[in-house]
Structures are given as structure tokens and as C-alpha cells.
């Protein structure tokens, strides 16, 4: 790809139950470097998350049964001790601006539409790892608020 991408070694889990969507990311991100963990399920994506928490996730939202909403509900709950505060990108199909607000207020980081550019996409993971990053270090950019 044109632009280097700072994603090598990544852990990113990504939970779809589209096997064409789930095989072109697993093999996208791969390319770039990202250790990926692929998941049909919320329920295979819990597991995978609680054995090896990653560093991103990239969820779709509408599947069948349980949905990338209760996956994104149990991951909130959980402590940031134990991931809970993990960067979540919607990726979906669901693609109006009603859609878009419902997924950011459910606690979503981000959301994009399918189908994703791909070269979007990694812009938007990268920024995402680099938020969480720079989060975690003294200096939070969110402690501005503070600041008269």
C-alpha cells in the first residue's frame, strides 16, 4: 500500500459474520503488520477477547442473534483493568447519520460504512491506537477540560 501504516504487532480482533467481509480484513490488516484474531460470533469474540485482550477491535453491527451492540455492552462493562476501555470501530452497513450516532452513543470509538475503503480504514485504526496510546501516558489530551 502507498502509505506505511503503524500497525505491526497490533492485536486486533475483528468480529463479522460475513466470511468474504471477515476473510478481506483479516487478510488486509495481516498485510499490514496486525496480529488479527477473526470471530463469526459475540460469542466466539468474548472468548477471544478474554484470552488475549487486543489493542483494537473492529466490530460490524447487525448479525444474527447477539450483535455488535451487546458485544460493545459487555465490553463496557467490563474494568479498563481488563480491556474495557479497548477501541472499538463500528464497521457496517448501516450507514445513515441516525446509525452513526446510535453506534457512538452504544460506545463505539468510531463508525465507517461498508464497504470500507481500505486505505480509510487503517488511517482510522491507527488514529484510534494512537489515541488509546497517547491516553494512557501523563498529559491526556481529554484533561484540557481542566485547563482554564
Known sequence: MAQLHHLQGVPILVLDDDPDCLALLTF????????????????AAQTSFLA????????????PGTTGYDFIAWLRALSPTV?????????????????????????????????????????????LLQSAQSSQGLGEPESRAAVP
Not at 52 to 63: G, K, T
Not at 102 to 116: I, S
Open 52 to 63: 488475549q485482550p487486543p489493542q483494537l477491535v473492529v466490530s460490524d453491527l447487525a448479525m
Open 83 to 127: 480491556g474495557g476501555r479497548v477501541p472499538v470501530l463500528a464497521l457496517t452497513a448501516m450507514a445513515s447519520e441516525a446509525d452513526r450516532q446510535q453506534a457512538l452513543q452504544a460506545g463505539f470509538n468510531e463508525h465507517l460504512t461498508k464497504p470500507v475503503d481500505l486505505e480509510l480504514l487503517l488511517l482510522v485504526l491507527e488514529r
Open 28 to 43: 488486509a490488516l495481516r498485510l499490514e503488520g496486525a496480529v488479527v484474531s477473526a470471530t463469526n460470533s459475540v460469542a
